[in-house]
């Protein structure tokens, strides 16, 4: 319909070219409008390139005689990323290609003064052009296998090991490291733990270890059982007092026996284990070899075992605790050549203030014990038996402290 509108148009007003001419079409593809064009204003040869002719593209325009269409349509396609050459008396249309050139690229380099590189690259990474390709890797393990690395990414360009931090890339991406790593490279939170491990001899009929420890807490110090959802029983928060003089309160029941009293400090977000006890050695595996074996002894720990994670976040540290009980015993089944480990395992998550002091329980260890007493000539229906049921409790008492260097400075 379009196309017989606009033959009507030039049969109603033809002029000739030199004067001008009316043309308006509305709606038209790319590849009908540059054939009318030739067709029917131009009037001369052209070669359209193939990558016009499925060009779906929809042109509405409108020419009037006092323009030259000519340069009208020269203009009209150069916004078009269109151009026309004339060679030899035939025009050629074609699309523009244009030369993309690529961006020029430095070398970056930064020390970093209090974060690892590691930790640096993986909060970097979402800021420059490109993507990691480790997937996985959390925070303090960044090791990328070669074959892990795609060409021309951040992968490829930003090294994660070693004491300097070394980027690759344009000179947009270095500016934009250059105004966050400021913001970034600063000193983390440190975490002092400090506590006591008490080894709690009660009876049966005394009830658990933390049960003690609470009877002989309450009316001299506040406290509350129960983590912050109150769904713990065998924990104690302390308030309104300090780690010696709770230590200082223990000592008066000699039924808590100090084991150890570990201090640490550790980063937010570290681990740090602190052990009492013994390396046992384990059978591990036999080889065997030209009729004779070997065998391969690993070191195991045992004893009391305590392993804290804290990561402060503003007033609050959250803390995840591990602690373990464990020895070695005579295996009576099986390999008979390799000890057996007995262990008792609690782990947990809680949340505290800076400052606050938590006891911990869980670990037990029943002892039952059955003895008779009487005269050995007299029968044995006329001896007295007794029997007693001892359990050991393992108590933790921790203090934990957040201290910020940055604040200590700034104090200063």
């Not at 928060?237 to 640490?264: C, H, N, Q």
């Amino acid at each position: 319909m379009n196309k017989y509108l606009l033959i009507l148009l030039f049969f109603h007003s033809f002029r000739v070219m030199s004067q001008g001419v009316t043309l308006e079409l509305n709606r038209v593809t790319l590849p009908e409008v540059i054939h009318m064009l030739y067709s029917d204003v131009f009037n001369r040869p052209y070669m359209l390139a193939p990558e016009l002719a499925g060009d779906t593209r929809i042109l509405s325009l409108r020419i009037t005689p006092d323009v030259d269409e000519r340069a009208f349509i020269e203009r009209y396609f150069s916004n078009l990323d269109i151009k026309i050459f004339t060679r030899d008396g035939i025009d050629y249309v074609a699309p523009v290609i244009k030369k993309t050139s690529e961006p020029v690229r430095e070398v970056f380099v930064y020390r970093p003064r209090f974060r690892s590189v590691a930790y640096l690259s993986e909060l970097l990474r979402t800021f420059v052009e490109g993507s990691f390709s480790a997937a996985g890797a959390g925070i303090g393990d960044f090791t990328v296998a070669p074959d892990k690395i795609t060409p021309d990414t951040a992968t490829d360009k930003l090294n994660r090991s070693g004491d300097k931090l070394v980027f690759y890339g344009t000179r947009e991406n270095i500016r934009r490291i250059e105004r966050i790593l400021p913001e970034i490279d600063i000193a983390g939170d440190e975490v002092f733990v400090g506590g006591y491990v008490f080894e709690v001899q009660t009876k049966e009929q005394n009830g658990s270890g933390i049960a003690l420890a609470a009877k002989l807490l309450s009316g001299k110090v506040s406290i509350g059982i129960g983590n912050l959802s109150g769904g713990y029983e065998n924990f104690i928060r302390i308030g309104g007092s300090s780690l010696d003089a709770m230590y200082e309160l223990f000592r008066t029941d000699s039924r808590f026996k100090v084991v150890s009293s570990p201090r640490l400090r550790v980063k937010s977000g570290y681990s740090a284990t602190f052990s009492v006890g013994q390396e046992v050695p384990v059978l591990s595996g036999v080889e065997h070899n030209n009729n004779s074996s070997y065998q391969s002894v690993e070191y195991r720990s045992s004893g009391v075992i305590l392993d804290v994670q804290p990561e402060v976040h503003g007033d609050v540290t959250d803390v995840k605790i591990k602690q373990q009980l464990s020895n070695f015993v005579q295996t009576e089944t099986g390999v008979n050549n390799s000890p057996t480990l007995i262990k008792r395992e609690v782990e947990t998550f809680v949340s505290v203030k800076s400052g606050d002091i938590i006891l911990l329980g869980g670990l037990a260890e029943t002892k039952s014990s059955d003895s008779k007493t009487g005269f050995s000539f007299l029968p044995r229906s006329w001896m007295s038996s007794s029997d007693e049921n001892s359990k050991t409790d393992i108590l933790i008492l921790l203090q934990v402290r957040s201290e910020s260097p940055v604040k200590k400075m700034l104090n200063k």
